[in-house]
């Protein structure tokens, strides 16, 4: 079958936050993502162009659309779209007390940025994190830009929204890190194999409700400190840096 005009009206009322939760579903575009992504979710639509349909004779959708690169063009919602889209059911997850216990996870208090989170949610596949807790203010996972910067990631990643506060006051014993400029010199410190990191907001911070709840303040030190430099460092990059420290003393330890 080709694709209606309502159902491209559909595809791009899925950029609205509203509409993606209303109707429990995710926007997902290109071979890469849309591949990995198959195997994990239920795939509802699909629509690609003939040439990746041959390709893939045994695809499993609800609803399937062979579409040309015009109407691809007209469907998508990347500026080079790439040949195949697909709507994803959207996951439901669960929150295991035993898993945050044992495991070493990330928290993030009011990311905003799409990219970022995407981005973050990569890094923590790349990791072996498999939970990311997120305040509400979080930017969607869902969002279309989150999605693709996974680049496949959010298979492989569960990602929860929680009341952060009430999340982080239920824990017991239970190491709570955050990157502060008053922190300790993460390279100086020791550093648990489980516990949540908290990474802020990309303009603020950690806000002060959610500082309350960390009880081991780390620092990234530039290099050489006492060298002027940036004031600070992107959220994803920062987070990196910290889940590679973790990871690399898990290793020798």
């Not at 979710?41 to 609800?62: G, I, N």
């Not at 062979?66 to 889209?85: I, Y």
């Not at 979080?138 to 009430?166: C, E, S, W």
């Not at 950690?206 to 500082?211: C, F, R, T």
């Amino acid at each position: 079958m080709s694709i209606s005009k309502n159902k491209i009206k559909y595809i791009h009322s899925l950029e609205l936050k509203k509409n993606r939760k209303e109707e429990g579903v995710f926007l997902a575009e290109g071979p890469k993502l849309t591949e990995e992504l198959l195997g994990h979710f239920h795939c509802s639509f699909l629509a690609a162009t003939r040439e990746w349909l041959e390709e893939h004779p045994d695809v499993k959708a609800d609803e399937i659309a062979e579409v040309t690169p015009d109407e691809l063009a007209r469907t998508s919602l990347l500026k080079t779209p790439q040949r195949v889209l697909a709507v994803f059911k959207q996951p439901n997850y669960t929150i295991d007390s035993e898993t945050i216990a044992h495991n070493l996870s990330i928290a993030l208090d009011d990311v905003q940025d799409p990219g970022n989170l995407g981005t973050i949610i990569r890094l923590a596949d790349w990791f072996g994190i498999e939970n990311i807790y997120c305040s509400f203010n979080t930017v969607d996972v869902f969002n279309p830009k989150t999605v693709q910067a996974t680049m496949g990631a959010i298979a492989r990643v569960k990602v929860h929204y929680v009341d952060l506060p009430a999340f982080l006051s239920a824990l017991k014993d239970t190491p709570i890190y955050g990157t502060f400029l008053d922190g300790k010199n993460m390279y100086e410190e020791p550093l648990t194999k489980n516990g949540i990191i908290i990474m802020g907001n990309e303009g603020n911070g950690i806000s002060p409700d959610i500082e309350t709840y960390v009880n081991r303040k780390l620092y990234i030190p530039n290099y050489p400190q006492e060298r002027n430099s940036s004031e600070s460092l992107n959220v994803a990059i920062a987070t990196a840096i910290v889940c590679a420290e973790f990871r690399r003393l898990a290793q020798n330890g």
